[in-house]
């Protein structure tokens, strides 16, 4: 075992994510930027002793040879100083990606698990604070944080110059490193509220404009306007706070920098006056303590980069720790289509009250399954479960013996069809929706589209297949939405596919589509599970579940079902009773 498996089931450790992963990934750039930055700085010192050098041997020698020598070698200095900075920047650039690479899948994936907890524009922040710790390897901050470890490298040459600057030098370190540490403490919590503030003004304008039409039509803009002025004014307050007391200290910096800059000069005259020092001494002294400052003053500079970052990898941490992947899953054999549900009790994410109670049904492979009941019986929840999209508080769903915990997503999703009382198409073609933005198999999106009866309507557009519908389907009406959205999921002839309220947008024609489409899934050897709260689709069903208040009423047989229904009725097999739309929907 390693020492980091052995620190993990420590008490009180916390797991390794894939941040920790990303950072790790990166940590080699780093360190060769850091050895870069050793020796940028010692090539730093060539400017001060150019000037001691033209000052003190120079102009008192009056000899042009050395000044032309020296001016040479400075070029030739400083030419590969810029070279060494500009493979540092190189390589941050390249930790960054690398970073980038590391975290982007993990990072999306935890996102999507934390939508399924609980939905939320929020989430995808994370997507945007990898963005900013990745930023962050490009930026000054970054940087200036390489350069402080060899601040020591100018001390130590100030003070051979004399003891005197030093001292001033590490005095004025001091109090630059004092400021910047009061500028953490007073804004360190007041960026974070502005931060998390404005993360919850942007959410809400996102899921705000998500309903423009309604907006514009019941006269909401004024009031939802004033709803989002107030949330984006906390924020701003939060940020002036903030920038008031950093203001503040960073003009303090600002103050301990010239004052030290005249210092410096003023001492060195009386030294040089005193004979202690040349002035050529005396102008490499103001040079090199400056640059002692130079790297305090960038990171107090880039202090709001800094803090931003260290927020942002915060927060992608707690996503990552809240929502961690799931175990590694053995590929199963494909699924034929056999539903067992066994004792089934299940919660809505981030709720108390169970939706789903003591479920008990089995539903062979081929078998097409409708599922009825009043509204807010649990049906579009049930639904949710049987696609592994809400997990199973007590209890089994099991698709072919194997319970879904058991499956491997990517490898159940292929398998199964499901279409949402709530369709959500995505930014692109057709074409791209249907086959699910996989790798286009146009003789499988064809005949999905036909199966749905939408061929002919995908026809008529102006660009087909390849029409871009825009987000969220945006260009198209209700019904076609729809009836898209069941081509998706019928792409591939699903082993299990889930339809919830499939015709709640049709017309009569794309009903009539619907039927002939669960007819051919039948004969196919698919299974179908239709929840509809139209009764006369209950002819296509074998058998029949009815659902009150989260638990099973009935369970059976169509027409047995449909029988209990009705009372002492006589019922036709293979044909739905008179008056069974009233009863059923009773």
Known sequence: MSFAQ??????????????????????????????????????GLTGPLYMMQVYDRVLSSRNIATLVVLTVLIAILYAVCAGLESLRTRLLVRAGLKFDEEINDHAFDAVQRASLRKASASHVQALRDTDTVRDFFTGGGLVSLCDLPWVPI????????????????????????ALA????????????????????????????????????????????????????????????????????????????????QSLILGLGAYLAINREITPGMMIAASIIVGRCIQPIEMAIGNWKAIVNMRSAHGRVQELLRAVPPPAARMRLPDPQGHVQVENLIAHAPGTEFPVLRGVNFALPAGHVLGIIGPSAAGKSSLARILVGVWPVTAGSVRLDGSDLRHWDPEQLGAHLGYLPQDVELFAGTIADNICRFGVRDDAQIVAAAQMAGTH????????????????????????????????????????LIVLDEPNA????????????????????????????????????????????????????PRDEVIAKLLGPRLVQPGAMPPGAPAAAKA
């Open 6 to 43: 052995l620190r993990q089931r420590l008490p009180g450790s916390k797991v390794d994510t894939a941040l920790d992963a990303a950072v790790r990934a990166a940590r080699p750039a780093l360190g060769t930027a850091l050895v870069f930055s050793l020796f940028i700085n010692i090539l």
């Open 181 to 260: 540490y009061a500028n953490d403490r007073a804004t360190r919590k007041l960026l974070d509220q502005a931060t998390k503030a404005n993360i919850a003004a942007n959410s809400q304008a996102t899921t705000t404009f998500r309903n423009a039409e309604v907006l514009q039509a019941m006269g909401m803009v004024p009031n939802l306007r004033k709803r989002w002025i107030s949330s984006h004014g906390e924020a701003l307050n939060w940020h002036a706070v903030a920038s008031d007391r950093g203001g503040t200290l960073m003009a303090a910096t600002r103050f301990n920098r010239m004052f030290m």
């Open 456 to 495: 002919e309507m995908i026809q008529r557009l102006p660009a087909g297949y390849n029409t871009d519908i825009g987000e969220n389907g945006a260009s198209l009406s209700g019904g076609q939405r729809q009836r898209i959205a069941l081509a998706r999921a019928l792409y591939g002839m699903p082993a």
């Open 505 to 556: 947008s049709l017309d009569a024609a794309g009903e009539q589509a619907l039927n002939v489409a669960v007819q051919a899934l039948k004969k196919a050897g698919r299974t179908v599970i239709l929840i509809t709260h139209k009764t006369n689709n209950l002819g296509l069903c074998d058998l029949v579940l009815l659902l009150n208040e989260g638990s099973v009423h009935g369970f059976g």
């Open 154 to 177: 100018y001390i130590l040459f100030a003070t051979l110059l004399s003891p005197w600057y030093g001292l001033l030098a590490v005095i004025s370190c001091l109090i630059s490193g």
